[in-house]
T-cell receptor, first 109, second 114 residues
Framework: GQNIDQPTEMTATEGAIVQINCTYQTSGFNGLFWYQQHAGEAPTFLSYNVLDGLEEKGRFSSFLSRSKGYSYLLLKELQMKDSASYLCAVRDGDYKLSFGAGTTVTVRA | ETGVTQTPRHLVMGMTNKKSLKCEQHLGHNAMYWYKQSAKKPLELMFVYNFKEQTENNSVPSRFSPECPNSSHLFLHLHTLQPEDSALYLC?????????????FGPGTRLTVL
């Protein structure tokens, strides 16, 4: 099975940077995803990492270290609309995707 | 219609009822998924279908029965549910299961079991 840990809540001010960490344990790692979920809405895809290193997409970047079982999502130049839950998900083998409980980020003016 | 659609959006049912949730994707994907999202709990994968074949059943009780008649449609048949089954049920699709492609989620069905 999976063991995916991420902080429950984080708060930051508009324009700041926030880093959301995710640690995981899996026997057959086959990719790590980050999703954003606004309250009452479906999750939407942010990033995918399968090799070690940093993937950058505009204001959002995601990092992976497979040897450490560790990833982070970096949100830069925070905006109010970034207030949401951020879900770390790890794929084990071909099909099984397991999600962390999510990190609720609150952006304050 | 575009993306992934789910009907109904809200459902209230008694424990003795039989109902079905429907999911349809208009993205030309070959993999479809059912997830359960309960309050304060991680999103739980229930079933995976890849090219209409069920490839994953994540120890889901038999009172939940999936059906995938073709790559665009996925159903979840419900019978004799329990109050603890009340949750948001999300459908998702991707190009194929196991690839690098992200999953696209539908808006979900909010289920309440009385």
């Amino acid at each position: 099975g999976q063991n995916i840990d991420q902080p429950t809540e984080m708060t930051a001010t508009e324009g700041a940077i926030v880093q959301i960490n995710c640690t995981y344990q899996t026997s057959g790692f086959n990719g790590l995803f980050w999703y954003q979920q606004h309250a009452g809405e479906a999750p939407t895809f942010l990033s995918y990492n399968v090799l070690d290193g940093l993937e950058e997409k505009g204001r959002f970047s995601s990092f992976l270290s497979r040897s450490k079982g560790y990833s982070y999502l970096l949100l830069k130049e925070l905006q109010m609309k970034d207030s949401a839950s951020y879900l770390c998900a790890v794929r084990d083998g071909d099909y099984k995707l397991s999600f962390g409980a999510g990190t609720t980020v609150t952006v304050r003016a | 219609e575009t993306g992934v659609t789910q009907t109904p959006r809200h459902l209230v049912m008694g424990m003795t009822n039989k109902k079905s949730l429907k999911c349809e994707q208009h993205l030309g994907h070959n993999a479809m998924y059912w997830y359960k999202q309960s309050a304060k709990k991680p999103l739980e994968l229930m079933f995976v279908y890849n090219f209409k074949e069920q490839t994953e059943n994540n120890s889901v009780p038999s009172r939940f029965s999936p059906e995938c008649p073709n790559s665009s449609h996925l159903f979840l048949h419900l019978h004799t549910l329990q109050p603890e089954d009340s949750a948001l049920y999300l459908c998702a699709s991707s190009q194929e299961a196991g690839g690098p492609d992200e999953q696209f989620f539908g808006p979900g069905t909010r289920l309440t079991v009385l």
